[in-house]
């Protein structure tokens, strides 16, 4: 087991005994599921590296639920699936909180089946909108719904839980407007409990970040995903994320750091700088099953971070078919 997987019982349980006070020695994070693991394994050696002289808590409450503690001063740093909303920024904005964007890795979001599913070497997007659209609830209820020949069997559904940027996205890149999906199936903002949903389910679909597939891949299915223009089916992998082939469901993923924290707390400055370190960023990344960004996506965000660059460099939400010449363009203006 991983050392990024051992904490979310460890540090994230420090998270929730920490409470509201943000101690100068404190880093304390919140935030995406989906970002966690690449945090949490920062927060691990940069701790290592530092012989203890800082502390770094990591809770996961969603992109959205990490959003709201930021927003109200409660965290320093936010991991995010997705780019802030503009209610977000609104929030932030009202409470005076100015926020530095830093894209940290690319995700495959990843289409699983339990393996004892025999029928589904693939799935089309217009077949996942089928199944996951707000008019499939009651109605889309059996796998032979979603492809002739496939079985007269029960679909069960898993997925993440309306605070995550990764419902967000999957919801904004299949069924074409984000948040827009049926109610009934079982949602979580932990992905490790989606992990096991789909694992003990032989009828479940459901759908969660590339790292949490790798690390449990013995006991899931990922399925190809057909682009939308045609063509072959592509299966999640750092290469398909890296080349821009794996679409719609290839997106980039953040961190988003309080300046204020960042100006008045060296803890703050220390850990992003460790964070965006190409040497740390590319090893770490990989290491938990993301994307690294180039060499050059990391010194510009170390840019951007030294510079203190506010504010974001996207229109808001969720922003499907983001590539890394897109992120590379973005940084350089922001």
Same mark, same amino acid.
């Given at each position: 087991?991983?050392? /990024?997987?051992? #904490? ?12 509201? @006070? ?16 690449? +945090? ?18 990591? %809770?996961?409450? *969603?992109? *959205? ?7 109200? *001063? ?15 920024? =609104? ?43 707000? %008019? ?6 059996? /796998? ?11 679909? +069960?559904?898993? %997925?993440? %839980?309306?605070?995550?940027? +990764? ?31 789909? $694992? ?21 299915? $990922? ?57 740390? @960023? ?14 050059? $996506?990391?010194?510009? =965000? ?9 504010? +974001?460099?996207? #229109? ?13 363009? #973005?940084?350089?203006?922001?």
């Amino acid at each position: 087991m991983k050392r /990024w997987q051992y #904490a979310v019982g460890v540090v994230g349980g420090i998270a929730a005994m920490a409470g509201p @006070a943000l101690a100068q020695d404190t880093i304390q994070i919140d935030g995406s599921s989906t970002v966690y693991p690449i +945090t949490e394994a920062m927060a691990e050696e940069f701790q290592l590296a530092g012989g203890g002289k800082y502390r770094v808590t990591v %809770g996961i409450s *969603g992109t *959205g639920g990490g959003f709201k503690k930021f927003c109200r *001063g409660e965290t320093h740093i936010s991991d995010a699936s997705r780019p802030i909303k503009e209610s977000e920024r =609104a929030a932030c904005a009202e409470a005076g909180i100015e926020f530095i964007e830093l894209p940290v890795a690319l995700d495959a979001l990843t289409v699983m089946v339990n393996p004892g599913n025999d029928w589904v070497d693939h799935l089309t997007v217009d077949e996942l909108k089928k199944v996951w659209e707000p %008019g499939a609830q009651g109605v889309v209820d059996n /796998w032979s719904q979603v492809r002739e020949g496939f079985p007269d069997r029960p679909l +069960t559904l898993y %997925g993440p %839980g309306v605070d995550s940027g +990764t419902y967000d996205y999957f919801t904004e890149a299949v069924v074409g407007e984000e948040g827009a999906s049926r109610g009934d199936f079982t949602a979580s903002e932990d992905d490790n409990v989606l992990v096991q949903g789909v $694992a003990s389910d032989p009828n479940a679909l459901g759908f969660f970040g590339l790292a949490y597939y790798v690390e449990n891949q013995d006991k899931l299915k $990922a399925v190809p995903i057909q682009p939308p223009a045609g063509g072959d089916p592509i299966a999640p992998s750092v290469d398909a994320a890296r080349d821009g082939s794996y679409q719609p469901l290839s997106r980039p993923i953040f961190i988003y750091v309080s300046k204020q924290a960042a100006d008045e707390m060296e803890a703050v400055q220390q850990f992003v700088e460790f964070y965006l370190d190409p040497k740390n @960023a590319e090893v770490l990344v990989e290491e938990v099953g993301y994307v690294p960004l180039p060499t050059e $996506a990391y010194e510009l =965000a170390l840019r951007n971070f030294r510079e203190r660059h506010i504010g +974001t460099a996207f #229109a808001g939400g969720s922003q499907v078919g983001v590539a890394v010449q897109d992120l590379l363009q #973005a940084e350089r203006v922001n």
